[in-house]
């Protein structure tokens, strides 16, 4: 091989490099494109060079990078199989023209500067991601006679392949990003419509109060003081202000103050700058800056520790804090929910709680009622739940037999409508049917009482608690019709009235 083309191989070698590089390292795909042109141009006194692609939205090919283009060049649109770029993209093979001068064909749209000058020779190599063409690198040189162009094709082939690699990379991201964007838009929807007052179940007069105090408050940046015991929705309550207020929009962040130990509750909260502490790679927004714009939803917020305690009062005070190790304060537009089922008067007198911060977040106080206080709700909110999980877990119970409402009614939910959320779920997980019974509802509820059996059954007290709900369904489907009721359990009146009497069914409550 003469030396001459052995020192121009190493120096086509090394653009490569070069080409990969640059592909790899712009911020964006049209810059890579850019800086790869610039640095063919380095190389054999290139006249100018382009990239074109296709846009597959209007199937033509448009110049997305190029270098000693005019503007008019710039701006040229060309169809599939138009031209020689045209065709180079449809044929997906290479075209040389050594001389633009003697080619009728060759479309002189993309106008190059300094054209008048001299004659030139175009190459054009097409670029391809797996199989499909998406658009060709075109580079005019200075008409020489005796130059090697095939040598040139088989060099700009190898860069239009890591271009295109460059390209499907590029698209790949882009549809993910569309995609999670898409996806961020549609759960925004479905969270939206989840914390929507509509799902917020319960008719109850303690609740329609919470409704009014909740419509009152929602479109103010109030800071709000969720009270009520564990389980009683108080997140739920929460969501419902955020998602009715003009930060609707923006972030909802929750912060859950006694499941994070003291040492990261304010670096979670604050974040922090880098080399704060060890380990302190780069710095950490926290969850204040996370909610910028949007609400910082602060649950358990009697356990916090009391260090703790005074920065939120400062943040509350000042709407302005600092990231830990850092100097700079900290500027946020954040709502803030506070949320407990602590005794906080008690917590005060103890000296565990502020007062001053208690004061602060106490500027609008929702108390959440326990659901022994909304007896009424609790059917509701027991129907609610079954169609929830008989879609969730994909079977057909479709109602609640009147034994077991009588036992939901008289239980006394210690852990209140996440309790009813349990044994509800758990119902239609070891129903068998279509109607849960009261044989599915957990053991807790299971009280001689309410009942009319003991915890732990025999035989003969599970198969008369069953024979009972069988009774007592079929009187409620035939509005306390006897004679119905023992046709649709193929069984006869006299039997029926007999167990009846045994069970001590009321028949008139189904009478309607
Ligand atoms: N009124 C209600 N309507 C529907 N679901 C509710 C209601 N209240 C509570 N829940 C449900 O009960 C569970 C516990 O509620 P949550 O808001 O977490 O209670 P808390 O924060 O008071 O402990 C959640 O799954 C919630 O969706
Ligand atoms: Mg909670």
């Not at 926290?286 to 909610?291: S, V």
């Not at 190790?325 to 407990?340: E, S, W």
Request: some cysteine; glycine content about 6%; overall charge positive.
């Amino acid at each position: 091989m003469p030396k001459e083309r052995l020192s121009q191989d190493a120096a086509r070698l090394k653009t490569l490099a070069e080409v990969n590089e640059a592909l790899a390292g712009a911020s964006s795909l049209r810059a890579a494109l850019q800086r790869v042109l610039q640095l063919l141009d380095r190389r054999d006194s290139v006249v100018c060079s382009s990239i074109t692609l296709l846009n597959p939205d209007t199937n033509l090919l448009h110049v997305e990078a190029s270098e000693g283009l005019t503007p008019d060049g710039q701006s040229a649109r060309y169809k599939i199989g138009e031209g020689v770029t045209g065709r180079v993209v449809e044929s997906s093979k290479p075209v040389i023209v050594p001389r633009a001068s003697k080619e009728p064909m060759f479309l002189n749209r993309a106008r190059r500067k300094n054209l008048e000058r001299k004659d030139i020779s175009f190459i054009c190599v097409p670029i391809r991601t797996l199989k499909d063409p998406v658009g060709a690198i075109s580079i005019d040189l200075p008409f020489e006679t005796g130059r090697d162009y095939q040598g040139y094709v088989r060099f700009l082939a190898v860069a239009a392949s890591m271009i295109a690699q460059a390209i499907r990379v590029n698209h790949l991201v882009d549809a993910e990003r569309k995609r999670l964007a898409d996806e961020n838009v549609h759960l925004r929807g479905e969270l939206q419509q989840r914390y929507d007052f509509a799902n917020i179940v319960g008719t109850s007069r303690p609740m329609r109060e919470v409704y009014a105090q909740v419509s009152q408050v929602a479109g103010a940046n109030t800071t709000v003081l969720v009270r009520g015991e564990s389980g009683t929705g108080k997140e739920l309550i929460a969501h419902a202000i955020h998602y009715n207020s003009k930060r609707a929009k923006k972030p909802f962040v929750k912060v859950s103050c006694a499941a994070l130990p003291d040492s990261l509750i304010e670096s979670e909260l604050f974040g922090y700058e880098k080399g704060a502490f060890t380990g302190a790679q780069s710095r950490k927004k926290g969850r204040f800056e996370l909610a910028e714009g949007g609400t910082l939803f602060l649950d358990e917020i009697g356990d916090l520790n009391p260090s703790t305690q005074i920065k939120l009062l400062r943040v509350l005070q000042e709407r302005e804090f600092e990231r830990l190790g850092g100097t700079q304060p900290v500027k946020v537009d954040v709502r803030l929910i506070a949320a407990t089922n602590a005794d906080v008067e008690g917590a005060m007198a103890a000296g565990t709680f502020r007062e001053d911060l208690h004061y602060r977040l106490n500027v609008f106080a929702i108390f959440v009622p326990p659901l022994r206080e909304r007896k009424t709700d609790v059917l509701l909110l027991a129907d609610h739940f079954l169609e929830r999980y008989a879609i969730d877990h994909g079977n057909s119970v479709k109602r609640i037999s009147t034994p077991a409402i009588d036992m939901l009614m008289s239980y006394h939910w210690p852990g209140n409508v996440r309790e009813l959320e349990n044994a509800i779920e758990r119902a239609v997980l070891v129903c068998d049917g279509s109607v849960i019974h009261s044989h599915d509802l957990p053991p807790s509820l299971q009280t001689g009482e309410a009942s009319g059996t003991v915890m732990s059954q025999s035989l003969g007290d599970a198969v008369e608690a069953y024979e009972k709900d069988l009774i007592a369904d079929a009187l409620k489907s035939t509005r306390g019709n006897r004679v119905r009721a023992a046709t649709l359990l193929q069984s006869t009146e006299r039997i029926i009235s007999y167990k009846v009497k045994k069970y001590g069914i009321d028949c008139s409550r189904y009478r309607d």
